[in-house]
Each structure stands twice: as structure tokens, then as C-alpha cells.
Nanobody, 115 residues
Framework: QVQLVESGGGLVQAGGSLRLSCLAS????????IDWYRQAPGKQRELVAA???????NYTDSVKGRFTVSRDNAKNTVYLQMNSLKPEDTAVYYC?????????WGQGTQVTVSS
């Protein structure tokens, strides 16, 4: 069965860095786009970054130049390197994909940025 497991969240001061990981299983990882979403308290879930199997990555405007998404197909893992973190980046971060027409989400990892 498809599983996505995020890790790497935590508490960091503004200006700091974190690297999130998303370990995938149960599907052909190298074929699929993987998305990173986040949801802050009281706000809608938003797409932060996406990495297709090949080709260019995409980022929401608020993280461009600060976040970098990458993937290691040999490890079935996608990473989200987050630098110059701001308090407004505080949220639960999720990775997600679609396989055979079904959307799958991880359980999320909390990122808290203190000012």
C-alpha cells in the first residue's frame, strides 16, 4: 500500500534552517510527482513546492529563493531544504502524491519558527 512518511520538523529560530524528508513506498516512486504542502492554524492547506519525475521544480512565491525541493529516487525520498525561515513558515508540512487516481498524504511534520 502507498505510504508517505515525513520527518525532520522541529522548533527553530527565525533565520534558521531545517530539512524535511518524505520517505515513500508502495508505488513506482521515480514515475511520480511529489508535492509538499503546509497548513498553518486557521488557514487553508497550501502547495509549497513540487518536484516532478523529471523537469523543473515549482515553488509558491513566498518560499522562492529560500526553499529547495529535491529527490533521491534510489532512496524513494524527497527532501525540502528550508533556509532563512520566518515565523510565517510555521505550519504542519505534508508530502503528497497521486497514484492510480488516488491522492495520498503523509501524517505531517510540525515546523515551528520562533521570532
Amino acid at each position: 500500500q502507498v505510504q508517505l512518511v515525513e520527518s525532520g520538523g522541529g522548533l527553530v529560530q527565525a533565520g534558521g534552517s531545517l530539512r524535511l524528508s518524505c520517505l515513500a513506498s508502495g508505488f513506482i516512486f521515480s514515475y511520480k510527482r511529489i508535492d509538499w504542502y503546509r497548513q498553518a492554524p486557521g488557514k487553508q492547506r497550501e502547495l509549497v513546492a513540487a518536484i516532478p519525475p523529471g523537469g523543473s521544480t515549482n515553488y509558491t512565491d513566498s518560499v522562492k529563493g529560500r526553499f529547495t525541493v529535491s529527490r533521491d529516487n534510489a532512496k524513494n525520498t524527497v527532501y525540502l531544504q528550508m533556509n532563512s525561515l520566518k515565523p510565517e513558515d510555521t505550519a504542519v508540512y505534508y508530502c503528497a502524491t497521486t497514484w492510480l487516481g488516488v491522492d495520498y498524504w503523509g501524517q505531517g511534520t510540525q515546523v515551528t519558527v520562533s521570532s
